[in-house]
């Protein structure tokens, strides 16, 4: 009897603080899923098509090859494998990003030994227009960073100006770093630090640039984003993932999409607020504790609240519910 009622009231506790679902698409897609493929173990960047809806973009972290491949939200599995032929042999492939001209962006710039390579790289691809296993022509471009080499797993392209943007990870903040207004070929683009950021696995701009949002493993933050600048800063609402690796916006804007690494890894949906209407949605302010000491931004703290809160208002009924059990049975 202890046990149902503890686990009674834990199902209840959990249904009353996690409310009522978020209106998605009738056809289920951009629904919370999971990556069925046993092929991707380590999705470690993810972009929400445009041109397919329900679709997302996501690839391996390293030691895969050159592959990116196509999972439908709906079902959770691979409707095709896109093969990247006329580039070399990926090193750190940590991000993908849906730019305003139909391409898809592929940055293989991780350097887990923090600068122990002098440049790094981006490809880039056309979205294609049928989902089907393909090899297609990919453009590589050579990266550096204006103040020296550092690790990155976040690359973002700015919906409306086309602008590439880096965030580089290190435990103590990294940087926001700006390319050039066009990625040239035959020549290194430079990209120099335009801000601070805190610790980040990735990033995603709202669909019409207003907002950026960068990720950690245990929070996340959203930016007023105005002239290629950081703006104003606010905790996101953001789950507590096995090893949380990406996020993207879905293509209307409506919600963000948070994903992680491992076998059959979970992409989880959160809506954000409604207030601001149309593709500049604003996240949901609030998320964990954790996100306003995660690093520099511009001081905003925001409410805590979101699914860490969540986690820990149940574990404490659960804990509750046991210690009434063992009175209970002690009486």
Same mark, same amino acid.
């Given at each position: 009897?202890? $046990?149902?009622?503890?686990?009674?009231?834990?199902?209840?506790?959990?249904?009353?603080?996690?409310?009522?679902?978020?209106?998605?698409?009738?056809?289920?897609?951009?629904? $919370?899923f999971?990556?069925?493929?046993? +092929?991707?173990?380590?999705?470690?960047?993810?972009?929400?098509? +445009?041109?397919?809806?329900?679709?997302?973009?996501?690839?391996?972290? $390293?030691?895969d090859g050159?592959?990116?491949?196509?999972?439908?939200?709906?079902?959770?599995?691979?409707?095709?494998?896109?093969?990247?032929?006329?580039?070399?042999?990926?090193?750190?492939?940590?991000?993908?990003?849906?730019?305003?001209?139909?391409?898809?962006?592929?940055?293989?710039?991780?350097?887990?030994?923090?600068?122990?390579?002098?440049h790094?790289?981006?490809?880039?691809?056309?979205?294609?227009?049928?989902?089907?296993?393909?090899?297609v022509?990919?453009?590589?471009?050579?990266?550096k960073?204006?103040?020296?080499p550092?690790?990155?797993?976040?690359?973002?392209?700015?919906?409306?100006?086309?602008?590439?943007?880096?965030?580089?990870?290190?435990?103590?903040?990294?940087?926001?770093?700006?390319?050039?207004?066009?990625?040239?070929?035959?020549?290194?683009?430079?990209? +120099?630090?335009?801000?601070?950021?805190?610790?980040?696995?990735?990033?995603a701009?709202?669909?019409?640039?207003?907002?950026?949002?960068?990720r950690?493993y245990?929070?996340?933050r959203?930016?007023?984003?105005?002239?290629?600048r950081?703006?104003?800063d606010?905790?996101v609402?953001?789950?507590?993932?096995r =090893?949380?690796? $990406?996020?993207?916006?879905t293509?209307?804007?409506s919600?963000?999409?948070?994903?992680?690494?491992?076998? =059959?890894?979970?992409?989880?949906?959160?809506?954000?607020?409604?207030?601001?209407?149309g593709?500049?949605k604003?996240?949901?302010?609030?998320?964990?504790?954790?996100?306003?000491?995660?690093?520099?931004?511009?001081?905003?703290?925001?409410?805590?609240?979101?699914?860490t809160?969540?986690?820990?208002?149940?574990?404490?009924?659960?804990?509750?519910?046991?210690?009434?059990?063992?009175?209970?049975?002690?009486?």
């Open positions: 009897m202890r $046990s149902y009622l503890t686990v009674s009231g834990a199902a209840a506790l959990l249904l009353l603080l996690a409310g009522s679902a978020p209106a998605v698409a009738d056809d289920g897609a951009d629904r $919370s999971t990556i069925e493929d046993p +092929r991707i173990t380590e999705s470690s960047g993810l972009a929400a098509s +445009r041109a397919h809806p329900g679709i997302y973009w996501t690839h391996n972290d $390293s030691d050159p592959y990116v491949y196509a999972v439908d939200s709906r079902t959770g599995k691979t409707v095709a494998t896109i093969t990247m032929k006329g580039v070399g042999e990926p090193r750190d492939v940590e991000a993908i990003s849906l730019g305003p001209d139909g391409n898809l962006y592929v940055g293989d710039i991780g350097d887990n030994l923090n600068g122990s390579w002098d790094v790289w981006i490809y880039r691809f056309p979205e294609p227009k049928q989902l089907k296993d393909a090899t022509s990919a453009t590589q471009f050579d990266v960073y204006a103040d020296g550092r690790n990155a797993e976040a690359l973002m392209v700015h919906p409306t100006t086309g602008r590439v943007y880096i965030a580089s990870k290190n435990e103590d903040g990294g940087g926001l770093y700006e390319g050039p207004a066009k990625l040239t070929t035959g020549a290194t683009n430079v990209f +120099r630090r335009v801000g601070e950021v805190p610790w980040v696995t990735d990033g701009f709202s669909p019409d640039g207003k907002e950026l949002v960068l950690s245990f929070s996340a959203g930016y007023v984003f105005e002239s290629g950081l703006g104003a606010h905790a609402r953001a789950p507590i993932q =090893q949380a690796e $990406s996020v993207t916006y293509a209307d804007g919600a963000l999409m948070f994903g992680s690494e491992g076998e =059959q890894s979970d992409v989880e949906r959160v809506d954000v607020d409604s207030g601001s209407g593709g500049g604003s996240p949901s302010r609030g998320g964990d504790a954790s996100a306003s000491s995660a690093g520099a931004g511009s001081g905003g703290t925001g409410d805590v609240k979101g699914t809160l969540t986690g820990v208002l149940v574990l404490a009924g659960i804990g509750f519910l046991v210690l009434m059990g063992r009175r209970r049975k002690g009486n």
